[in-house]
């Protein structure tokens, strides 16, 4: 315990605390992958359109997303929200906006793929056999698109949920910062605490993501297109 | 905007991204490497060595790099091995990468069917000509879209880097913005300043992309 310096996570409220930062770091994973996964969608289906105006439009929304690495954006938000508008957004709103902005950009793609992978034949032959619109993507498009679609957008969320860790850089006291301050407050007592708070903070991102990349496998091979 | 301010921090906008793009580059070669090396000891059923390996891709792969870099960065000085920020990113990217690259790899190799191996050795091609002549300049051409995605996202990481302390382009523009209050200013470089080091890569990858593509089979 001693020398990988899990003592730490033991003494006094070390350990609530910690778990106080997973809260944070948890809550603004969820509601920026519960944001970005309907706006995706709805993204996605915007993507496929043959208006040139949308097509240049989601072009250039989903090349920002690409190319732009997540934390420039963040400083972006909050640190030009501010200078640009004046208005003084929390660093907690701040990256839910880039992450949903950025989520729902990737999402977006990832529905494109999928509505656009399905044959013209599906369209057509279900056509051919008198089916309505509607009946045509409930019935036909959406089953076999999803099947390509859950277990790439299930990725999607396990990469949602390990950016999270930048946040700290903006300054909201998530895991990692928490992690951080715990560490700088037991340096003398403890030197060793680095190994069993990262070590920790480690573990917790691997428990959450490691499950969700296993079922996205699983589901990717079981769904496979023979 | 005060565009004067801008051209006085260019210089120093410039020096980072050199840093940027050293590190970031020698990170993903060193990833590249790793990548490859654990791909074909997964695609030739290496005992042992296989599930040394899978542990490492998964806890890799599963963990977000900002605290793969403190735990190195932070850690190892404990053990006793000092370790510099410059190397400790190069290293921390590298193996970050190399389990992305593992997977890209991996389902390349894996997604060539067993047909175009089999039909190979009937025709009187030994081990390695399949494997040099029909193996992998076809899961070469499969997996190229999620290789050119790795190396996109490796350089967005590279972003990272600033909180082991070195001073790459994030450093740089928030330091200037604590300095001098232009927060407008610094925060355009920067995104001009990535968009210099990973639009190209990005251009680049989609022309070789749809080149290669008439190099897959029933594509």
Known sequence: MEALGLDVLLNGTNALRLLGGLWVSVQVALISVLLSLPLGMLFGVFMTWKNPVAK??????LEIVRIMPQLVLLFVVFFGATRVFGINISAELASIIVFTFWGTGEMGDLVRGALT??????????????????????????????????????????RMIKTTSLV??????????????????NRMVSPNAVFGIYGT?????????????????????????? | MNVEAMVDYLPLFWEAMMLTLKIGWIGIAGSIVIGLVVALVDHFHVPVLRQVLRVYVEIFRNTPLLIQLFFIYFGLPRLGIPIGADVCGAVGLALHGGSYM??????????????QRESALSLGLTRLQVMRYVVLPQAWALCFPSFVANIIFLLKETSVFSAISLMDLMFTAKDLIGLYYQTT?????????????????????SVIERRLRYGSLGA
């Open chain 1, 56 to 61: 240049v439009i989601s072009r250039l929304y």
């Open chain 1, 117 to 158: 992978s399905i044959p013209r034949h599906q369209y057509e032959s279900a056509e051919a056999l008198g089916l309505s619109k509607p009946q045509i993507y409930l019935q036909v498009i959406i089953p076999q698109a999803m099947r390509q679609l859950i277990p790439t957008s299930v990725n999607l969320i396990t």
């Open chain 1, 168 to 185: 700290m850089m903006i300054g909201v006291v998530e895991v990692m910062k928490v992690g951080q301050q715990i560490i700088e407050a």
């Open chain 1, 201 to 226: 903070i480690l573990f917790l991102y691997f428990i959450v993501c490691w499950p969700l990349s296993m079922l996205a496998s699983y589901l990717e091979k079981r769904w496979a297109v023979a």
């Open chain 2, 102 to 115: 593992a997977e890209s790899f991996r389902s390349g190799l894996d997604a060539v069917s067993d047909v």
């Open chain 2, 185 to 205: 200013e610094c925060l355009v470089l920067l995104v001009i300043f990535y968009l210099i080091i990973i639009l190209p890569v990005s251009i680049v990858g």
